[in-house]
Structure formats: C-alpha cells, structure tokens
C-alpha cells in the first residue's frame, strides 16, 4: 500500500472512530489526487519550458560556434597570407642585397672605365704619333739605302754595314712594325670602345637627360659589354632597318637591351641565334629581338614582368631585370610584349615613340 | 536534563496541561505557535503563569513540530530544566533590514563569556536580512561557538511574524538564547534535497537579497513562466521553485535560496538571503524521496560526534518543503525520529529560513529549504 494511503487511513480511520472521519478521510485522499495532478502538471509545464529554454541556449551556442569558426577560419587565412608575404618579403630580401650587389659592380666598372680612359687616351695618341714616326724612320732608312747603292763605300764600312743588317733582319723587321703597330691601333681602338661603351652603357656619372640617339649604336655596345656572355654559343644576325634617331635616355635603353640578350643567351642552352630586326613604322620604332632559346610556359609568360619573379635559382637573378625594362619602356610610352612557344624561342617587341609627348620626359 | 513536552489545538486544547512542579522548574520554555494564535496574549499570559520562573522562547510558524506530528494553528510547548547548563537570553530590535549585521553583533557580545558553548537563535523572519544577521554572529562569536536556529514564520502568507522573549509577542525583534558549561553536547545538522535543473542563470543586476535579473531578463517573469497558473499564489507557490546558489570563486555546491516576497512594481523578488551579483543560479525543484532522505541525513550529521541518542531535538525545517510534502510532511520528522531514537523529545517548527552550518567543520550560515536539526544533550 502507498505510503500515504497508510498514513491516511491510520489518521482518519484507525486513531479514530468518529463517522464523520471517513469524510475527511475522502477528502484527504481526493486532496492528494488533485495535488498528484496539480504536481505532475507543474513538472509537465516546466519540462515543456526547459526543454525549450535549453533548446534556445543551443542555438545560440551553435551560432557562437559558427561565429567563431568564421572568425577562426578568417584568421587563419590571414596568418598564411603574412606567412606567403614573409616569403615573398623574405625573397625580395636575398633579391634586393643581390640587385645591391650587381649596382655596386656596376659602379665599380663604371669607375674602373673612367681610371683606364685617361691611360688608354695617351697610349691611343702616342701609338699614332710612333706611327708616324717610325714611317718617317723608314723614309730615313730607305734614303739611307739608296744613298749606299751610289756611294762606294770601303770594304771595312760595307762589311760592318751588312753585318748589322743580316743581324737585324732589316727586311722582316719593317714589315711586321708595319703589322704591329696595326695590330696595336686596332687593340686599342678595341679597348678605347669598351671602355666607352661600359661608360655609355653605366652613365654612373652622368645626368639622366633625354637625347636623340642613334638605337643601333646602342645595341651594338650593349653587345660588346655583354660579349663574354654570348660570344662562344650565340651568334648575332642584325638586321637592322632604316630608323631615324629616337629620344630617348639610352643608357635606360641599354639596361632593357642587356636584359634580353642575357635572358636569351641563358635560355640558349647549347648554341642558338639572337635575331635583332629594326624598323620605323609610322610614328615609331620597332625593336624585335628574338632568341632560339628553350621558350617561356604560357603560364610563366604572363608574370615575367612582375616584380621579383624569377625561375632562376636564388642568387642568379634578381626578378628584377624584366619588370624594370617594362618600367623603362612604360617610361618611354612605348611597350613591350613577348611572344613565346616552348622549345622554339622567344620574342620581345619593343615599341618606342620617335618623339616623346612635350609634358611627359620627367620623373625617370 | 528534563523535558515536559505539550501541546494545544483549538478543538482539544492542551494535551497534558503544563505545569511546574517542585521537582520539575524549567529555566527555558520553546513556544511555537501559529502567528494568528501568538497575536492573543492571553496564550502567552497563561504560559507564563504555568512557567513562572522561565525564559519563554517562541517564535510563529508556518506549522508547529511535536514529537512526530505537524500540525497548523496550534501550539507545541517544550519546557527544558537543565541540571548542570547555564543559559541567558538577549534580545534586539530591528527595524529596518540594514541593522542585521550590527543587530548581530550587538547580542553576540552580550552572550559571549568563556564558558558560553553555544547560541541558539529565533528571529523575525520578514524585516530581517537573515545573511547578514548570521555574519554578526559569526563574525563576533569564537570558531568552537556554533550558531544555530531559525527564522520566524507565517503560514504560507508571508504577512507577520512574531518573535517571543520572555514578553507578549512582537514583530522585528531576534532572540538568542546562550548555553553555558561544559556539560552540553550540542549537535547539528542541516540538509536540503532539492535538485537543480534547467540551465544555469547569470545574476545580472541584484541588491543584498532582492533579485531583479538573471541572463538581463526580469527573474520575476521567469518564474512566474514556470509557475503557470499557480503564479497566482505567489510568493508562497515560488517556494516550489528555489534558488540553487553558487557565488563566483566558490568551489562548494552552494546553498539554496527561497523567496520571502515580490514587487510587481519593481519587478523583483526578495529572498531570505542574499544573492549577490554575477553569481550563478539554477532553478530547483523537489523531490519526494530526497527532501525526506535529506532530513533523515540531517539527523545522522548530528550523530557525527555524539554516540548517545539526544535528549532534545529541535527540528527547523522551510516552509518550502511543507508546501511541497503536504500531507506528507510528517514523513521526514519521522525520519528523524528513526535516526535519532524514541528516546528524544522533537520539537520544532517550519520556518522562513533555517541557520546553521552545513556541516561540523564548515562556517555557520542562513539556508533554505532545508531541514536543520540542532540536538541537546546533558551528560
């Protein structure tokens, strides 16, 4: 029996005799089903509310969570792309102090060029005026020469004179002055070029002006700094047109030239031809340079004039060479394209105005 | 120690008419009486004139314990001669809630001596702030002084409680009765039952012991949502839902706390102890079976350093509880009776709060809900 049911009975009903007890016996069983339902009711209502209150918290909770996953998620992107830019700073780090490098080797030779130009200035002179000299000498020798066939001389002179001319080798010796000082004109002549050339080429000391210049000279002693690079494996077929001078600042002009022959020669794996083809078209100049070299994928075309990009290991190139020249010749308000096919060669299209708009020649 | 245990109803009157005699004169009379029948003085004039020479302690209810029976509207009469303890009364006003924790102060000093073991209070159980009633006590009192007893009580009305010492009735006073010598073993004990549920609830803006939000919403709206129909009855139905209360910084499992009273107006509740803010709480509801296993656990707890069973048992126990056990109510006096033997004289009454520590070695303070038990024996 119910604990309570005892309870009641032995109240109302057993501790009691009085009749009128069993009806407050009944009440007091009633009194306790109304308040089972009353309770059980009360318990119902408030599952029913917590159940929806808990339900509440988890949603919010689980919008937290989303949030906070979104946050998460947001962060971590950020952290890869500072992690991708410390690399790319981390580069362009190692890319700089080489640029740094290859600038103050430009200066050096740069300067070396100035020291050797003054040397090589009096070398040039005295080797011509020596010629003239020596060609006078001949004069005199041969005056002297002719002089001894009309003038008998005794047997003593006679002999000592053939003595010292067998000796001399008076014959081999006037020709190969000839072939030496020749010989000696054109090497200095050569060297004079070069030096002109790494100096027209650096302009380290001197002021950006724009000019009217002649485009193939510039070529051309771009090709001579740049021989070493090319002379053994690359042959050079100019064909150049007919140009009119172009403003420009050449020495700009050259670092954009050098840049391409050093690339092609680079992509020229065993031996190959650099193609250098001039023309005038209207109002401008084309310049196209091409290579027989390995070719660019197409998917590296498209970023080659991009700030530090590179396939050359770390340390071979700055990634800097290719956007610079597109600077240069953006510059210029002229473009330059590249056209490539792997395993066949590239091209590069220079385009440049003959004459530059008046307001815009600043800020180079 | 000697024990006369009576008590009155409207229909019976006095069981057994009390009386003093030569060989049995108590120093200490508990009254416990429904406040409708404490506010006759003619009760209380003609317990004087049967106890003449004692204190008369006494408080109102909200249902008065004798031996295993609970009953309403009447008076449960124990009168205590003690042979070797000595005992004093003090007695305080308090007329608004801010005077608790001097209030406090003030009659634990007046009680304090070397030989004092231990105080037993009863006070009003509306105007007093019962939190900070106890931090008086507590604060002022030595570690091995414990501090037990009970706030007053209305029925489930929640109008007018009185407190009796030694004179007529009256409204915002606290008694404590001091117990002196070292022949008294005092146990005690105190348990709820009561298990939290739902999910847990910031305090977002309180005041001492009125609550105003939890989680920023209005806590009064909450409880009147889970009261239904029956928020009606509030604040009495809002004892079926009590506070499980959890400080922040506190590792214990909390205490409980029950509402005294609401105001529509400010929308807040006022419970009978504090709930301070940013703390946590979690609504509670009953349990049968656990609130009477609580108060059988109580009654062990205050077993814990005596081995004889006690002479004098009085048993606090909430208002909540009754509301919820209803006719079974008696079932967790019987319980105590089983743990602490026939030989014991229960007396008690179901309060508007309950004051002890919750365990022998834990601080003294005000709980709810709970059943809290305090044992007298003289050796």
Redesign the interface.
Known sequence: MH??LK??IKRYIEDNTDASNLNDFLN?VS??YD?SD?DR???E??LE??SD??NK?NNNLQEELKARQEVEYTLRQEQEEQKKLILKLEEAHSQLAQADKLASIGQLAAGVAHEINNPIGFINSNISSLKIYISQLFDLINTYSEIEEQVKLNSVLSDKLNTVKQKVDLEFLIGDIHDLMTESIDGITRVKQIVQDLKDFSHADQIITWQMSDLHSGIDSTLNVANNELKYHVEIIKNYGDIPLVECVLSQLNQVFLNIFVNASHAIQDKGVITITTRQQNETVVLEISDTGIGIPEATCKRIFDPFFTTKPIGQGTGLGLSLSFGIITNHHGTIEVESKEGEGTKFIITLPIQQPEDAKANI | MKIQQSYWTQSEGWDTTPNATSDFNPQLVFIFASTAILSNHQHFEKIQSYYPDAYLVGCSTAGEICDTRVRDESISLTAVSFEKTKIKQAVHRVQNKADSYPVGKALAQQLLTDDLVHVFILSDGLTVNGTELVRGFSETLPDHVVVTGGLSGDGDRFQQTLICANDKPSEDSIVAIGFYGQHLKVGFGSLGGWDPFGPQRKVTKSSGNILYELDNHSALELYKQYLGKHAEGLPATGLLFPLALRTPNSTDQGIVRTILSIDEKSQSMTFAGDIPENSTVQLMKANFDRLIDGATDAAHLTQVNLNTSPQLAILISCVGRKLVLKQRIEEEVEGVRDVLGDNTILTGFYSYGEISPHTPTARCELHNQTMTITTFTED
């Open positions: 604990r309570l309870r009641q007091a009194e306790a308040q009353i009711n009360m318990i209502h408030s509310l917590m209150e808990l918290h």
